[in-house]
C-alpha cells in the first residue's frame, strides 16, 4: 500500500520564466445595472426581480467583467494571445506548445477551441494543441503540463465567458438559469452568472534550467490533505454528453453550472492551506521571496479569509474579484496584468500564483517574471 507521504502533492522544479502576459476584460459594470438586465427572480416576492444590492450582500461582488459582445467570437481570444506573444517579442513561429484552459469552449466537440486558436495565430501544424476542460485551476494545471512536457516557449491561454451562455441576446437570463426545477442546484443557479465574469488571459512561459522554479499540482481524488479524497465535482454541469446527450428531456436545464456552496468553500480554504504548507515546506519562507502572490478570486469572503491566515498585506497579495467577479483560470494573470500597467512589478522580480478549482484541482508555481517591457522603466497612464 502507498504511504501516506507519496499519496500527497509536492511541488516539483518548474524551470521556466514567464516571458510575456496580456488579459482582455469585457465592460465593468456594477451589480445593480446587471441585476437590472439580468432580471434574477425574487422568490420571496414572485414577479419581481433581486435587486444589485442584495446580490452583493449575497456574493461579495460589487461590479462584473460583463461583454457577450465583445467575446462574440474566438477572434478577442486571439487577439489577447497575440499581444502576449507581442510582450514576450516572440512570433508564433517560435512556439512549440500550446495549453488552451476553458471551462465554456466555442464548440465542444473534438477541442476545436484549440484548433481555431491555433489557426487564427498562425501556429504551425506540427505544434499540437493540448485543450483543457478546466475551471479556475487551470492555469496550475497548465504550468504543470508544460513542465512535464519539456517545451522550450509554451503559449498558455485561458480564457471564461459566461455570458456567452447564461444570458439571452437582450441580457435576460436564460431560462434554465432563471427558473430551473431539474438540476440539482437548480433553486440557486442564478448565483453562477452572477458571480463568474468574462475574461481572456495569455501568458509566455520560457524554459531555463538555471532557473529554480516550483509547481505544485493535485487532484486530492485519492486524498486530501490528512482527510479523506474529494469526489465532488464542485461545479456540476450535466447535461450534453452521453449521460444526458443534448435534445433529450432534461438535457437543456442540466447542461447548467451549478455551484455546491459548502463543498466550494470547504476545497477553497482547504486547498488553498495545502498549497501553502507544500510550498513553505519545499522552501521554507517562500514569501518573503516573492514580489506577488496571485491567489485564484473565488469570491471576496474566501480570498480575504486565506489572505488574513497568511499573514499577507492587500500589497503583496491584490484581489480584483470584487471589482471583476470571479474570471476563472484569468483571474491571476489579470492580477498581474494590473500590476504590471501600473507599474507594481520589476524585470526579474518572482511571483507566486496558487489557484484551486472545480475537479476538484489545485496547484500553484513559482516563478520569475521576465517580461522584456518591464526592463524599461513603468509609464503610468496620465
Known amino acids: 500500500m502507498e504511504s501516506t507521504a507519496l499519496m500527497h502533492a509536492a511541488p516539483a522544479p518548474f524551470?521556466?520564466?514567464?516571458?510575456?502576459?496580456?488579459?482582455?476584460?469585457?465592460?465593468?459594470?456594477t451589480m445593480d445595472a446587471w441585476a437590472k438586465v439580468a432580471q434574477v427572480p425574487d422568490r420571496r416576492n414572485p414577479g419581481e426581480a433581486l435587486e444589485g444590492s442584495f446580490i452583493t450582500r449575497l456574493l461579495g461582488v460589487e461590479s462584473k467583467s460583463w461583454g457577450p459582445d465583445q467575446f462574440a467570437t474566438p477572434e478577442t481570444v486571439a487577439e489577447t494571445a497575440r499581444a502576449a506573444l507581442s510582450s514576450a517579442c516572440l512570433e508564433p513561429r517560435d512556439i512549440d506548445a500550446?495549453?488552451?484552459v476553458t471551462c465554456n469552449p466555442y464548440q465542444i466537440l473534438l477541442d476545436q477551441d484549440a484548433f481555431t486558436l491555433m489557426r487564427l495565430l498562425g501556429?504551425?501544424?506540427?505544434?499540437?494543441?493540448?485543450?483543457?476542460?478546466?475551471?479556475?485551476?487551470?492555469?496550475?494545471?497548465?504550468?504543470?503540463?508544460?513542465?512535464?512536457?519539456?517545451?522550450?516557449?509554451?503559449l498558455v491561454i485561458a480564457y471564461s465567458v459566461p455570458s456567452r451562455t447564461s444570458t439571452c441576446a437582450d441580457g435576460t437570463l436564460l431560462p434554465a438559469y432563471r427558473d430551473n426545477t431539474v438540476h440539482p442546484y437548480g433553486r440557486n443557479m442564478w448565483s453562477a452568472p452572477a458571480l463568474f465574469s468574462d475574461a481572456a488571459s495569455a501568458m509566455v512561459l520560457e524554459r531555463d534550467e538555471a532557473i529554480d522554479g516550483l509547481v505544485l499540482y493535485s487532484r486530492d481524488s485519492q486524498s486530501f490533505g490528512d482527510e479523506a479524497a474529494i469526489d465532488d465535482p464542485l461545479i456540476h454541469f450535466l447535461g450534453g454528453g452521453t449521460d444526458s446527450p443534448a435534445g433529450t428531456p432534461g438535457s437543456a436545464e442540466l447542461a447548467c453550472f451549478g455551484m455546491n456552496p459548502p463543498e466550494i468553500t470547504r476545497y477553497y480554504s482547504g486547498g488553498m492551506t495545502l498549497n501553502h504548507q507544500a510550498l513553505e515546506t519545499a522552501r521554507p519562507g517562500y514569501l518573503d521571496h516573492v514580489s506577488r502572490v496571485y491567489t485564484h478570486q473565488a469570491n471576496p469572503r474566501l480570498v480575504d479569509e486565506f489572505i488574513q491566515e497568511t499573514g499577507l498585506s492587500a500589497e503583496k497579495a491584490p484581489s480584483n474579484v470584487r471589482q471583476l467577479g470571479n474570471t476563472v483560470s484569468p483571474s491571476t494573470l489579470a492580477l498581474l496584468h494590473a500590476d504590471q500597467l501600473n507599474g507594481n512589478l520589476a524585470y526579474g522580480d518572482r511571483a507566486c500564483f496558487s489557484v484551486v478549482g472545480s475537479g476538484p484541482e489545485r496547484g500553484a508555481f513559482i516563478t520569475p517574471i521576465r517580461i522584456p517591457a518591464l526592463r524599461q522603466p513603468a509609464t503610468l497612464p496620465a
Not at 15 to 29: C, D, K
Not at 125 to 149: I, W
Open 15 to 29: 524551470p521556466y520564466a514567464l516571458t510575456g502576459a496580456h488579459t482582455t476584460l469585457g465592460p465593468v459594470v
Open 98 to 100: 500550446v495549453v488552451v
Open 123 to 154: 501556429i504551425a501544424d506540427h505544434v499540437p494543441p493540448l485543450q483543457l476542460g478546466a475551471g479556475c485551476a487551470g492555469l496550475a494545471r497548465a504550468a504543470s503540463l508544460v513542465s512535464r512536457l519539456s517545451a522550450e516557449r509554451a
